[in-house]
């Protein structure tokens, strides 16, 4: 509701209508552009990817992206059971020329402005050729969305001399050097947030210890510092005078900001939101599902994946078109 | 010298003659047990491995694994080149009975006490045996030098169910179940902070990442509190009433309170530090040294890698004894 209030984004809710619509009367919802989709079934959080996509036809996850196959929506925005999300977007508006593995990119802050790290999404075992299409894709996200001109790419590895990394990073270092790319070589774990790199490559068992590292560090220096700040009187005098300084970097790291994470190499627009979600992320997810679908990327992500990879435009047979077109969201 | 007046330790100090003796004319060494042995060549940052083992044979690195060979010494701390310093150590001292490839165990902070991650050291592409000997030898160093009665030890992935994990981990934690440890099943990178294991196993590659990760992270997040705080004088003044307790996590999170980190799977005791590290740092890795020489944890290692490794006792040739038994520490 926020997402529809403030940015004025139609919305296609999707789910078991009495269970949204009793949820919905709880709310003003006047004036705004929100629609109800039924859907039966429902994909849970243990449920097999395969499920969402074979078994349950009717789940609201396969239903949004049949709205966005059908033309009635631009975007999904999804907090469930992101392997579901995945495999279902995947399943039912199939991948873009060139992709062989869609990819999960999730924003992390810097000190100057925030790094992409591609792939989260838990493509484990890749191949080289699974990296590379991963730096095609964040360079066209981090140009079009993050909008920088000349964005950095790096291959996460365990040093910077090209003598390190280990024989997935070492070929796919090899092969990015021929892509029209600004890549930059190996960056290092401490890289990603120094502000020295803009799109980090790595396979989705690396993108998950990075992401979850990092969101459990920040949790414990935190409590590390309340539990120093509570050992004494003063400290929490201090601390009182310098909260608004704590909550404005609280603001800075908080994931609620970035909303979600846009899975990537799919012929449509999704949008992957961490299951615990609060609605500011939900809203802000909205928001840049919103401004993708609306900016085009995937038809300059096509372009740029059939400049890089130009064998794949002419051996694989086409896919559908990219879902750019149409404006509505679904959630 | 803080390490000998504080300590006691009887060290040796390795490297150019005139060089150590400048340096020691400048500080008080009355009554301290502290001797020089002179080696004419250097292994640099950015000499290979190879160098330290083949072409140097007088470089310091090498003389001082030769000491602790020849029972002049028991263990050796280094600040240098560390692929040189685990390249010399295996050269020189040879793999314990059990071990392919030795591993360096780095010792992260948590909010309950510390989290064993290994390896650190640049074992990229290992095998699933690999990583089960680094489990073992972790567990042995959790019981003997963290003092920990029943260690718990997890594989990293990127999801705790025994469906998540790539083919390295999977592998490894079918071969896990069967050895006398307490495998606790795979683990997440935000388990790595939070107390909820004891042993973090992974290949160097992913070892590096969250190194590195980490390090970077706790600056980067340093820097940011910091220039909000600087951004008001209430905050300003709030922060100098809290400093106490910001002074107190930050000893907490420091590196040089762990001094180094050790090199696991050798006939002998070798300790890792930070080319930055600091004489804290330092002093602390050479304290560290000494009491794991002085505990015997290298007999312990070896009976536990012959009780889970029991093929390798019979097939393979037995290698030298331990070097647990000298007392001096070569710096």
């Not at 191949?127 to 950095?152: C, I, N, T």
């Not at 909260?243 to 627009?269: C, H, M, Q, S, W």
């Not at 949008?271 to 992320?281: D, R």
């Amino acid at each position: 509701m926020a997402a529809a209030r403030e940015f004025g984004v139609p919305l296609t809710l999707v789910g078991d209508r009495e269970r949204v619509e009793a949820e919905l009367a709880r709310h003003d919802c006047t004036g705004l552009d929100i629609e109800l989709w039924h859907a039966s079934e429902v994909v849970g959080m243990h449920d097999s990817a395969s499920d969402a996509v074979r078994k349950k036809k009717d789940s609201s996850i396969r239903v949004a992206f049949e709205l966005v196959k059908g033309g009635e929506a631009a975007a999904v925005v999804s907090a469930g059971n992101s392997g579901a999300t995945m495999a279902a977007g995947m399943f039912v508006l199939k991948r873009m020329r060139g992709i062989d593995r869609p990819a999960i990119a999730q924003l992390l802050p810097t000190l100057t402005g925030s790094t992409l790290v591609l792939d989260v999404g838990g493509n484990v075992d890749c191949k080289p050729d699974h990296l590379v299409q991963f730096a095609v894709m964040g360079e066209v996200y981090a140009r079009f969305v993050m909008g920088l001109q000349s964005p950095r790419v790096g291959i996460l590895s365990n040093g910077e001399e090209a003598s390190k990394g280990n024989e997935l990073t070492r070929e796919t270092s090899v092969l990015l050097r021929e892509k029209p790319l600004n890549y930059i070589g190996y960056v290092e774990g401490r890289d990603v947030f120094n502000g020295s790199v803009d799109v980090v490559v790595c396979d989705g068992f690396v993108g998950n210890v990075v992401l979850k590292l990092s969101e459990g560090l920040a949790e414990t220096v935190g409590k590390m510092l309340k539990a120093e700040i509570k050992s004494s009187l003063l400290s929490q005098i201090g601390y009182l005078l310098c909260r608004k300084a704590f909550n404005n970097f609280r603001k800075t790291v908080d994931y609620a900001e970035y909303g979600g994470a846009p899975l990537l190499g799919i012929n449509g627009v999704g949008m992957i939101c961490h299951g615990g979600s609060n609605p500011k992320a939900i809203k802000n997810a909205i928001r840049f599902a919103y401004d993708y679908a609306l900016k085009g990327v995937n038809s300059r992500m096509a372009e740029k994946l059939d400049e890089s990879f130009p064998k794949s435009v002419r051996e694989r047979e086409a896919n559908e078109a990219p879902a750019d077109a149409k404006e509505r969201v679904v959630s």
